[in-house]
């Protein structure tokens, strides 16, 4: 398939692929999002085949204004009002009942629609020409990491979609933060760039009741907890301390070091990536992984934060592409 690459000035043509039945990538502040009409059954089976997604696997809804969230979405617990009121538009997925209209591949037979409401001004200019609810994950190939920048999207998603609306850098790097609801009371399903600190705050309630304990049997509420998710080519290894690194159990590697801090002393030949805090380490995790395994690095070792605000959501990444 021949993929037309689209400046960002041109949001119009890459929104009439989507009216076509197209498949559209777009940038967001969080990641660059692969596009279909919501509301077109076909399109949105493309979605499935050009990742290579497993079919239990639901879309995120974008829309960019309240008569496009009406149409895909039923009566909203309480809570979700509150937090579409403080957080949107913005990094947050809420996972609310399903508009009746909305058709089932979207997601993926559940009763609920993820949707978001993103705050990129192209993202935005892109869903308002479109002019429909538009289903979109995240633009990788399943299981690799998500493209933040319109190099890694290129690799990635060229031949596979119709458009690729050029953009900048994501502003976030992480995808957005996904919260459902049991009995009415918020659970983060998928934490992100919203912290447990920020929604707690919110809705006066403490991080801990925002735990989400998944069932011990039956379908997971979030099919995607499932899946191995966001990794590199290299293998992946953690460290909170650059002193637990053994040099003799990595010396037959090109190692790629991620870290945050100050730059350590390290052996001739690796390639070192430091970041002045946790929000630029997040940022930058996937371009990272992209300028490692191109370099040819064939292990990654990435320093772990502090599971708390920002840095839950990049611990969640990182384990998930360790394997761990
Ligand atoms: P992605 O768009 O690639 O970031 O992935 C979307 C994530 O949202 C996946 O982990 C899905 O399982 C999750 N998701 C989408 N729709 C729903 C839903 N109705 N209920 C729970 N999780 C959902
Ligand atoms: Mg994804």
């Not at 069932?215 to 992946?236: F, I």
Request: aromatic share 8%; glycine share 8%.
């Amino acid at each position: 398939m021949k993929t037309q690459l689209i400046p960002t000035e041109q949001v119009k043509e890459a929104a009439a692929f989507i009216k076509k039945g197209g498949l559209v990538v777009f940038p967001t502040e969080t990641v660059y999002g692969l596009g279909a009409s919501a509301f077109n059954p076909v399109a949105c089976a493309r979605i499935y085949t050009a990742k290579g997604r497993p079919s239990d696997n639901p879309l995120i809804v974008h829309v960019s204004n309240e008569a496009q969230f009406s149409e895909v979405t039923g009566l909203l617990p309480p809570e979700a009002v509150a937090l579409k009121k403080a957080f949107w538009p913005g990094p947050l997925s809420l996972v609310v009942p399903k508009n009746e209209n909305l058709p089932e591949i979207v997601t993926a037979g559940l009763p609920t629609v993820a949707v978001r409401w993103p705050q990129s001004p192209v993202a935005q200019a892109f869903l308002e020409s479109c002019g429909v609810p538009v289903a979109a994950p995240s633009a990788n190939v399943s299981g690799a990491p998500s493209p933040t920048t319109f190099e890694m999207v290129k690799g990635a998603m060229l031949g596979r979609v119709d458009a690729i609306l050029a953009g900048e850098d994501c502003a976030e790097g992480l995808e957005s933060t996904i919260v459902g609801f049991v009995e009415g009371r918020a659970k983060i399903l998928r934490p992100g760039s919203i912290t447990p600190e920020q929604i707690s705050a919110v809705l006066g309630c403490t991080p801990a009741d925002l735990v989400y304990q998944p069932p011990t049997e039956g379908r997971p509420v979030s099919p995607g907890l499932k899946y191995t998710h966001y990794k590199p080519d290299a293998t992946v290894k953690l460290f909170r301390s650059f002193s637990e690194i053994k040099l003799e159990e990595v010396h037959d590697h090109k190692v790629g070091l991620l870290l945050r801090g100050d730059a350590p002393t390290v052996p001739e030949g690796w390639e070192v990536l430091v970041f002045d805090d946790w929000k630029t380490y997040g940022k930058s995790l996937y371009s990272s992984f992209f300028d490692l395994d191109r370099v040819g690095c064939t292990l990654i070792l990435a320093q772990l934060p502090e599971e708390t605000g920002i840095g839950l959501a990049i611990a969640n990444r990182l384990k998930k592409a360790a394997g761990v």
